[in-house]
């Protein structure tokens, strides 16, 4: 290689070790503020709205009533548990995205538990019919694309996202089938004049046991990731595969059992969703969870604490949007707007946590470098 | 000039007050709408403008929410308009309504309100109440206007009267859609008696990609005037396209499709809405069932499109209107449609809402099949023939 003098670029980008953890949440919250002074500019700008009754509005639609703050805290648990759901196979970097139909088959056994046997059985034991069949139904559905990747190292991002679709023609399927009235459809609420299949309330709360369980959760996930053997296997698959191959982990039955685990997760929240709120079937069931938790997972960095917190952010965003529309008669899609500028900055931040950004100095080597 | 100004100022708030003082039972109603999609589907701009029309002669400001699903977020906005001191929660899409009698049960206190639902009749709720309008009137109406063309394209020498064949493209096989595409083909054939139908159904309320590509079938099965009943401009822009005329749903569609939309028909939801303030505001009681008619002014066709229309068209329609309003036509006359061949003296509709589809009540006696008398939603849900269904999977 010729050693030529070269003109040193303007900038440089160099990777940084590890921050202490002061700094890195310093530029996080520096973005976050980046963010809403970005938001406030454009919703002036724009709508000619006071910014700050916009972002006032966000926080109103959260905790201005009882009921608006047990509604978020639902939400964060649902998307709390399928985000859970996926990381195990996440950080095997078997990347399924196939939760929205792990799901969705878990609701429809749910819902064909409800309907099917509502005649037959009392009500606990058709309860009971519906945990065993939903979790045994998104544990198929997980483990289905896990096994083809096993055997025949198929694509599992392709695969899953597929699965996806299947699902989604199962349910609409089922939905012709089950529909009230005649040609209409819908299923509506499932029995609710009986109430039969319906999730037990705790203390007149509905959304209480939701939440219960996927606090539960929450804790059995991060004990399992981190101090069971299981967990382990995890991540060192997720590291090499080869490796683990040496240390003598079998590869192809970690990858089936993390996918039946992973499923069968997804498959236990659709459960919730059909038997425990909602108490109907549609394919928007769902509302894009299975996506949305690609991104809960991604910000907490796998890690299920952290992901409470982000999975309350992008929830906190969200029912935010829809009061900002409905506050300032503004269309959805400009909440939508303010929703990726927030997390634009939020991701973007990370980039300058990983690494240095260094300006080129006129005064060293008068602007050159050697290269 | 002083004492003038001086005057009208004076004038002025007298006038304030008389019609502050008129408003004022009003102004105690606080209104909430629950909407499925927001201004970009059709049919919920058609109500989102009747709300706004209803409330800004009232004084009042209405709560919007837009997009709220058919899920237990529905139940969740109408809770939630009940919490903010709502006293009328109104949801405007069918799947809305057992989420709506969920909150209705909670909020005795609170009217509940719904377009296009079945289940008010039935519930026993005193504050749970169903709405929609004589829609088929309209549609018979726009039918005319087909029909129109359709003698004009014969009288051209461009088709056969053999070759007379309507499009029409369906959200679902179900009752409200069979009764709208049904009244719009009698109005055709009213006016053209060689007309035939083809139907297609895309499965979705709104979906514009699946509505355009039903266009695009029936363009090519050659139908020459096309109708729908679902919610988007998917398929009026591909008529707009391929030039093939079509009479629109919800609102006109004149400025995007000026040389093919010939006219639509809608429901007018203001009248309704100025019922059920006014109810509320003076304590009294809302009906389970309303059904608005052309006489209510619940249903009204847009201005024709000349540039599109067969000559006489808005002659024809007007003529029709007052006989339809006198009662001297009924839509769905028994003497006009037959079913297997054979006219009918007797017809059980499922009138009642119920899993297992029952047959409950009796629709069709003088002479006339009784559309939207026993509850407010259409239950109309013969084949007749003439029309061909080219799929029935929803």
Sequence with gaps: MRNETKREPLIHITRRGMLPWYRAWAIRGGAIALALLVCALITTLVTHQDPLAVFASIFEASFSTQRRTWILFQNIAMLLSVSLAVIPAFRMRFWNLGAEGQMLVGGLATAACMICLRDIFPNWLVIVCMVITSIAAGAVWGVIPALFKAKWDTNETLFTLMMNYVAIQLVSFFIIVWEVPKGAGKIGIINQSTEIGWLPTIGGQKYLLNIIIVAVLTVIMYIYLRYAKHGYEISVVGESERTARYVGIQVDKVIIRTMLFSGALCGLTGLLLVGGTDHTLTTTITGGRGFTAVMVAWLAKFNPIWMIGTSFLLVFLERGAGQISTSFGLNQSFSDILTGIILFF?????????????????????????? | MKKLIALIICLTLCLGTVAALAAEPAAKVKIGFIFLHDENSTYDLNFINGAKEACAKFGIEPILKTNIDESEACYEAAADLADSGCNIVFADSFGHEDYLIQAAKEYPNVQFCHATGTKAHTEGLSNYHNAFASIYQGRYLGG??????????????????????????????????????????????????????????????????????????????NCVVISEHADSMGAPSECEKAGIPFVFYNGSAESACPTTYIVASRINWEPYFEFIINAVANGEEIPADWTGTIATESVLLTDVNEKAAAPGTAEAIEAAKAKLESGEVKVFDTATFTVNGETLTSYMADVNTDPAYEKDTEAISDGYFHESEYRSAPYFDLQIDGITLLDTKF
């Design chain 1, 346 to 371: 939020i991701i973007g931040c990370e980039f300058f946590i990983n690494y240095r950004i260094a300006f080129r100095h006129p005064g060293k080597n008068g602007g050159k470098a050697h290269v």
């Design chain 2, 144 to 221: 005319i206007s087909a029909g129109m063309k359709l003698n004009q394209l014969i009288a051209d020498g461009k088709i056969t009267a053999e070759q007379a064949k309507l499009g029409y493209i369906g959200a679902y096989t179900y009752a409200e859609v069979i009764s709208g595409y049904t009244s719009f083909f009698l109005g055709a054939r009213s006016v053209c008696p060689t007309a035939t139908m083809e139907v297609t159904f895309t499965g979705s309320w709104y979906d514009p990609a699946l509505e355009q590509e039903g266009a695009v079938k029936l363009i090519g099965n």
